[in-house]
């Protein structure tokens, strides 16, 4: 099912034709109407009228989160605020919150390419959508909100929280799709089976999940356990909120909407692209927005292209689900861990529960890793052994995986810390 | 149907056109606004090529017609409504309309009667006035007449240059809705227009050029709730 076929499988040459208009249309509008672009091209010198490829792309500067947080709050808006009819803000949780604004066209683009991406994991107007992203100055809820009434869809507008309420409704209403971040979809799980309801009584078919990072693993468990087809989407409020990208059926890979952002991946060290198909940071170029349009903004999010067509037969390109951020890098002994890589390795072993808390210390001017992860109730049961047998277990894959030797540390179910929005499993006790 | 990257083109030193990038597809009415001087007329006639571009590509259905000569062009099927309509105001109103469909006359006396029978139909006043001299015409009629003379060609794409230029509201409305009913037929239109709400709400898609650039690109309906385009072509500042 396609929302906007002739666009979702347009050639490839008629879709560079395409983003070459709306580049040159878009650098014409930050070159002359945002002060911050104006001056930065004049300082390089950069002659953005002559721009004639998308190649050239690669001569533009950066933004970056630090550009939008010294142009708060509306230093980078591309329309005078009386244009503006929406204003969102970054949550802020990893500093100064960063503000972003929506002309009524950009409300209404982000709308059908939320309704592009709800089509493509499934969701049609006959559906009944529950959004439990938190409504508010976070892009999540509204998003997700306008997409599915554009499509057509039965809307429940519940906001994040409340738990078991969220349940009840889900039951009583008789939701066919839940949107909500991968690690609050399990926690509904958790809470299901306190309450004594089973899953498959529900009516729910399709997950829609996004907003922090996940793993395949944690899919497996979200399918089995709700018995829906849960897919990823991806968007970050500095470029729009959702409706950047988002997975098909084939549950393999997010389709960009490629026709509203240009994307690179770039070596996070050197800029330089990587070779297609390397992992890399995410780079995005609106070419639509009115009112906040943004040049190769940094997204420092991991991913990668994934060249194989898809067999949906959509030809927007695929990236592979955010695999880290490069802000979230921790360095360990001087080698580069990304947390992902930790929780894909702790989900593929037996016992464990998708659960973990990373401790990081500094004992002697050395640093310290120590991984908790629940396990299921039963191993404490069991001799000692059959603990050791697991911890080294997990110890031997981090350790060769990772490249640094950790500390690892059962906990019993439901012990550590559940998040409604985006986890920070990551208790970093160095004062660097 | 049409292609166009980065063309530039102007008369002399003076340089008109930058590096303008548009596109229309089969079946789309496409409108190029503007205010006076903002390069509109140019575009078309590099693209007739009637102006030679200084750099840039121009492909008519698959093919670079960039440095193709001007009478080259309406027999791959791209015809041009001028400006100021410029009909032939010595012949008679069939004898202009023969003249459009001159490409034609290879193909038979049939099908130049079945075009002329088809302009007729839609636009009968043509009909009426078919054995009067072109220029005791009214402006509206010589209007028709240059569109319906374009259109005998059987063209894949039809360029119209202003064409409510000069016109009473009323015969503008009636123009108008024969382009929309052009698009009805099959037809693709490139329509430069200064007045951006009638071309708008006929149109598709539009491009929005200013000193020679393109500033703005969108879906007509994007385009029309557009505020910059509200404040500087539509004369108003929609508040719903």
């Known amino acids: 099912m396609f929302w906007e076929e002739e666009r979702e499988c347009i050639a490839r040459d008629e879709l560079e034709q395409l983003q070459l208009e709306r580049l040159q249309a878009t650098l014409y509008r930050v070159g002359t109407h945002v002060p911050f672009y104006r001056n930065k091209f004049f300082d390089m010198k950069l002659d953005y009228e002559s721009f004639g490829s998308l190649d050239d792309l690669r001569r533009l500067p950066f933004t970056t989160k630090q550009d939008l947080r010294d142009n708060y709050p509306y230093g980078l808006f591309a329309v005078p605020l009386r244009d503006v009819v929406r204003i969102h803000s970054s949550s802020g949780t990893t500093g100064m919150a960063t503000v972003v604004g929506y002309s009524s066209n950009d409300i209404r683009t982000w709308s059908n390419l939320v309704a592009r991406i709800l089509t493509a994991a499934g969701v049609t107007k006959d559906d009944v959508i529950q959004i439990a992203f938190g409504y508010g100055l976070f892009t999540g809820g509204f998003g997700l909100h306008y997409g599915a009434e554009r499509l057509g869809a039965s809307v429940i507008p519940i906001s994040s929280g409340n738990t078991r309420r969220q349940i009840q409704i889900m039951q009583d209403f008789k939701t066919t799709a839940l949107v909500c971040t991968p690690s609050y979809a399990l926690k509904m799980a958790d809470v299901m089976m306190d309450m004594g309801i089973n899953p498959s009584g529900l009516s729910l078919k399709y997950g829609l999940f996004g907003a922090e990072p996940w793993s395949e693993r944690m899919r497996r468990q979200i399918n089995e356990r709700l018995g829906i087809i849960a897919t990823d989407n991806y968007g970050l409020s500095e470029v729009m909120g959702p409706g950047v990208a988002g997975e098909c059926l084939e549950c393999n890979g997010l389709h960009v909407n490629e026709d509203h952002f240009l994307i690179e991946i770039l070596d996070p060290e050197t800029l330089e692209p990587v070779a297609p198909g390397e992992i890399g940071e995410l780079v995005i170029t609106t070419l639509t927005k009115e009112a906040f349009p943004v040049i190769r903004y940094r997204t420092r999010d991991l991913t990668r292209l994934l060249l194989e067509p898809c067999p949906c037969g959509r030809t927007l390109q695929r990236i592979q689900r955010i695999t880290g951020r490069t802000d979230d890098m921790l360095i360990i002994k001087g080698v580069n861990v990304f947390p992902t890589q930790i929780e894909a390795i702790l989900f593929d072993i037996e016992g464990t529960q998708p659960h973990y808390n990373l401790v990081i210390e500094r004992q002697q001017n050395e640093d310290r890793m120590t991984v908790l992860v629940e396990v299921v109730e039963s191993m404490f049961f069991h001799e000692m052994k059959k603990q050791r047998q697991v911890i080294e277990q997990i110890k031997k894959r981090l350790a060769t995986e990772l490249g640094v030797s950790v500390e690892v540390k059962l906990v019993e179910e439901r012990s550590l810390e559940r998040f409604n929005g985006k986890g920070n499993r990551i208790i970093d006790k160095r004062e660097l | ?240």
């Not at chain 2, 099959?186 to 491009?207: F, P």
């Not at chain 2, 994007?222 to 929609?238: I, P, S």
């Open chain 2, 1 to 240: 149907m049409l292609k166009i990257k980065n063309l530039s083109s102007g008369y002399g030193k003076l340089k008109v056109l930058k590096q303008v990038s548009m596109h229309v597809k089969a079946g789309e009415i496409v409108a190029i606004i503007g205010a006076n001087g903002a390069g509109k007329t140019t575009l078309l006639t590099t693209i007739a090529g009637l102006l030679r571009a200084t750099s840039g590509e121009i492909e008519f259905r698959d093919r670079p017609i960039t440095t193709l000569a001007a009478q080259k062009l309406p027999a791959l099927g791209c015809v041009m409504v001028p400006e100021g309509r410029q009909v032939f105001a010595p012949l008679s109103v069939e004898e202009n309309l023969i003249l459009g469909g001159h490409v034609l006359r290879r193909q038979g006396r049939q099908l130049l009667a079945e075009q002329l029978a088809h302009q007729y139909e839609l636009f009968p006043i043509l009909h009426q006035r078919r054995q009067q001299l072109a220029g005791t015409l009214s402006g509206g009629e010589q209007q028709m007449l240059a569109m319906a003379r374009a259109l005998m060609s059987k063209p894949s794409l039809i360029m119209m240059d202003e064409p409510s230029t000069g016109l009473a509201p009323l015969i503008v409305q009636e123009i108008f809705r024969v382009i929309g009913r052009l698009r009805e037929e099959g037809n693709t239109v490139l329509l430069v227009e200064q007045n951006a709400k009638a071309a708008l709400t006929i149109a598709d898609r539009g491009y929005v050029l200013e000193t020679g650039k393109v500033i703005l690109q969108g879906s007509a309906e994007d385009l029309l709730a557009n505020r910059d385009v509200q404040r500087a072509y539509l004369g108003r500042e929609r508040i719903h």
